[in-house]
């Protein structure tokens, strides 16, 4: 059981991986007027790599190399070059408060695919989450005839690949170092922009959108060091809500740097999203308590073998 002090430094990092992420995403549409996304995958992901190798040295987190073999691993990889490159064409043509209140259904869907896939038993509880969620996003989408906009489908396609994601980092054997499955998925990142690049056309290097995705590859890094710091030794069903503050950072650097609010529907969506995401934590919170306590239960249950006190 973590400390309060240790939950106080795990929201403090959540808050802070939340608002880098955030600058990260401005940085990235910033640069979406000068570069496609198959493009700002290579730059941004050159950065990256480096940056990532950098800090998993500096904090001894690389581990064995050949890990980097490991089949979860390459396939957690790919999935993060997935999300990366469908985030990034998404994000070019919708508002950023839209696309990050999208995003925050990751959890949802994780949900989902779990009970989908039989890895985890889901009550109606969470069902009930799991369809508020869904109606949330349904009114950021507005997909009628004259709301529809295939690109938030993409960024909901995003969130998908996401779900999918952090279900195969579950699956990661413990002995892959956290420094080496963010080093891979650094790696994978640009890998996937050059395979992408014929099918779009790039443009001829631009300085000032050059430094925004250098600058972003700094925060992404720094911004996923920070979420494993608030994961790592602390409430994670207390912490990870905090989460959601990126959705607050998003609509004021959306409306601070491009003038834009969402609407109405769009507001009450996002209530939705994130009312759902924090009542699913909530229950993955009762459900570990509860699967703790039936454990302590078993082990008082247990006969003392013979000659022991």
Known sequence: MATAADNRRGIVAMLSAMALFCGNDTLVKLATTSYPASQILVVRGVFAVVAAIVLALALGQVGKWRSLGNPMLLLRAFLEAGVAFTFITALARIPLGNITAILQATPILMTLFAAVLGLETVGWRRWCAIFV??????????PDMTGFDAW??????????AAMRDLVTRQIRADVSTGLVTIASAIAVPLVGLVLAPTQEWQPLDTRATIFLAVAAVLVSVGNYCLIVACRGTDVSLVSSFRYSVVVWAILVGFLVWGELPDVLSMAGMGLVVAAGVYTIHRERVRMREARAREAAQRQAEPVPAGQP
Do not use: H, N
Request: hydrophobic share 70%; glycine share 10%.
């Open 133 to 142: 969620g869904f109606c949330g996003v349904v009114l950021i989408v507005k």
């Open 152 to 161: 938030a489908l993409i960024a909901l396609f995003s969130s998908a690949l």
